[in-house]
């Protein structure tokens, strides 16, 4: 389990996913797109994880442990990832956070 924290998402806050966005899948990569087909984000596979996962049900911590239980070889970088790519969602207001 990783130590890090991040000064304004508590580890018990609801990440919740705006569900008007949507990820397509292209034969070259991943993306976000509004409801409108707007592109927003390019998206990897972990940061397509942490979006599937910003459904109301995971907490931050919950979803950092998931993915260390997942992927236990990048359990040093997985919480600074998680925390990077949500940040990047509330930038562009694509997800709310539930304290």
Known sequence: MSLDVHPQLPDDSLPIRDDTHKIRRLPCCLYLENSEGKTLIKLNDSSSLVWS???????????????????????????????????????????????
């Not at 459904?55 to 997942?70: K, M, P, Q, T």
């Not at 236990?72 to 997800?95: H, M, T």
């Open 53 to 99: 996962l910003c459904n109301g049900e995971f907490s931050v911590r919950e979803i950092i442990d998931l993915l260390e239980e997942s992927y236990p070889d990048a359990r040093d970088i997985i919480s600074k990832d998680v925390y990077r790519v949500l940040d990047e969602f509330i930038a562009e207001d694509i997800i709310k956070i539930q304290s």
